[in-house]
């Protein structure tokens, strides 16, 4: 078994578990006293392994909730459902909730967890490739608010999230490969070999009679990408948890993406003709959108783009090129006028303004206490050390000054003290004793 950890300083925060059999999640229980089971319905249904999990979790006494997953059902409304059906089971604060299923499942479960008694124990056992790779990973929870993605959540992370490849077997191809975008995005973003070892692995997988067989006969190689694409997205986690920088570089794709998703689902409530668009569909356009826009820069700005036969080959054309042959979509059907209006409210958004007089107070001193904690202050022992020396200097310069204004005194009294005969001589003597005559 392969462990990946997220940590926060030193300390291991959560833990990415790796084995291609189920049987091993037994084990990663084993610490675990009360443990409640939360699985997508469509799970338990259709996946050969459910049967296995199930036994798992009866060994553990574990009562079991079915949730109907889907992104109709990702509201608060299913959130207090859970919450509802913890509380029922008399679920406390040592509860560990155990989320089977895909992102949806674990967006849920993870948030109403997260609430539940101010927050009590969860983890995943993720069922899609794109669970594996990214919704499991990284402690984003959240639920779709007023037809916007993701729009209510917090960022807390799992005890473990537990990935077992082989569950994948009976996941359709259609959701198989909207996984498989993320997985891709991962590699966009921090390439170390992985990403044309993806693309040959799906395109093999979409070019196979029998995907399933093709997944199970090279199930170890899938079982590695998982793992390369995990390590990438718990290293930036790591380095930033709550999205401050680094993380963000994992929304490619998704500003656009989610205006896709957005638009699809209000089509979808207008009429029966509209486009059904997975969210791994929506990022592979979006990262062809994204990777379009990126080019236009770089020609703007006298970047270089590849030419091959009279042809300009950029980002956007590799993508394109790549996405075909893993069986991904990668022409949006929406306008972009359309899509822009979308975009302006999504929670990555950002928008630009300009600083107003007190945040330009505030940045004042932001940035002089900033230089204040560059000085190198001295030690007590070397302060007092100079205080010494500078009361000594004092004292010497005070000494030599009362000395010359007792000598002028001292003169004065002979100038002014004698007769103008005696002055007289004594200013004759004082010139000559200083040279003068």
């Known amino acids: 078994m392969e462990q990946i950890n997220i940590y926060s300083g030193k300390e291991v925060i959560s833990r990415v578990l790796i084995d291609n059999e189920v049987e091993t999640l037994a084990s990663v229980l084993d610490p675990y006293k009360k443990v409640y089971a939360v699985m997508d319905r469509s799970v338990a249904m259709d996946c050969p392994m459910s049967l296995a999990i199930a036994e798992i979790l009866n060994s553990k006494g574990a009562p079991g909730m079915l949730l109907d997953a889907s992104e ?27 989320a089977v299923g895909g992102g949806i499942t ?22 899609t490739l794109l669970a594996q790779v990214d919704a499991a990973i990284g402690g984003k929870t959240g639920v779709n608010f007023d037809n916007y993605k993701n729009m209510l959540g917090v960022i807390r992370q799992p005890k473990f999230t537990f990935i077992c490849p082989k569950v994948l ?19 966009i973003i921090e390439n170390d070999g992985s990403y044309e070892k993806a693309v040959d692995w ?28 995990v390590l990438v997205k718990a290293g930036i986690v790591t380095r930033d948890q709550f999205e401050g920088g680094e993380r963000r570089k994992l929304n490619l794709g998704h500003t656009f993406g989610h205006a896709i998703e957005t638009l699809a689902q209000r ?44 042809f300009e080959w950029g980002l956007e054309q590799r993508l394109e090129a790549d996405f075909l042959s893993c069986g991904l979509p990668i022409g949006c059907p929406f306008k972009l006028s359309h899509m822009t209006e979308v975009m302006k409210k999504d929670k990555k958004a950002e928008k630009e303004s300009k600083p107003g007089f007190l945040t330009n107070f505030k940045e004042f001193w932001k940035g002089l206490f900033k230089e204040l904690k560059k000085i190198n202050w001295s030690s007590a022992k070397d302060t007092f050390k100079n205080f010494l020396v500078v009361l000594l200097v004092i004292l010497v310069i005070g000494i030599g000054v009362w000395v010359f204004d007792a000598l002028f005194v001292k ?19 004082l010139k000559a004793q200083i040279g003068l005559l």
């Not at 077997?169 to 590699?187: H, I, Q, V, W």
């Not at 990777?291 to 009279?310: H, K, N, T």
Request: proline share 4%; glycine share 6%.
């Open 72 to 98: 109709q059902e990702k509201t608060l409304e299913t959130v207090m459902k859970i919450c509802s059906w913890l509380l029922e089971q008399g679920a406390d604060r040592d509860a560990l909730v155990l």
């Open 106 to 127: 674990t967006d849920l479960v993870g948030f109403a967890a997260s609430i539940y008694k101010r927050g009590v124990r969860f983890a995943y056992m993720p069922t």
């Open 169 to 187: 077997e009976s996941l359709p191809p259609r959701d198989f490969l909207s996984g498989a975008a993320e997985m891709l995005k991962t590699f």
């Open 202 to 229: 799906l395109s093999g997988y979409v070019a196979s009679e029998e995907p399933a067989s093709y997944l199970m006969e090279n199930s170890d190689e899938l079982a590695a990408l998982i793992a390369s694409a």
């Open 267 to 310: 089509k979808r409530t207008e009429s029966d003709d509209a486009p059904d668009i997975t969210h791994g569909e929506a990022v592979a356009m979006g990262m062809v959108l994204a990777a379009e826009l990126s080019d236009a820069y770089r020609r703007r700005d006298g970047g270089f783009i590849v030419q091959e036969d009279g």
């Open 411 to 429: 003169i004065r009294e002979l100038i002014y003290n004698y007769s103008p005969a005696d002055a007289e001589a004594a200013v004759i003597l």
